[in-house]
């Protein structure tokens, strides 16, 4: 299980923020692929990296990689479990 920080903030902005944090749930059940990748979630591994850790630790899920991460993190962030940084993608 993944247990989600406090938000930190101040004002009325902090209080919207630990509003919504004490509405949403605060566990989320990871499978294994899950729970392995959370582990390398540094804000300094890219998705490419990520892909190629998955292709190393579970090689039956090495087919579409990256794809697989990027909508893996892309629901995380949806779940506003993790914020994603779009530097160095081409922008």
Do not use: C, N
Not at 13 to 30: D, F, S
């Amino acid at each position: 299980m993944l247990l989600r920080e406090r938000p930190r903030g101040s004002g009325f902005a902090g209080l919207w923020t630990l509003l919504a944090w004490v509405m949403t749930p605060r566990r989320v059940k990871l499978d294994e692929r899950g729970s392995l990748l959370w582990r390398y979630l540094d804000g300094a591994t890219t998705v490419a990296g990520l892909a190629r850790i998955l292709q190393r630790e579970r090689p039956d899920d090495a087919k579409d990689s990256e794809a697989r991460v990027a909508g893996w993190l892309q629901v995380l962030a949806d779940h506003r479990l993790i914020e994603l940084r779009r530097e160095g993608w081409g922008e």
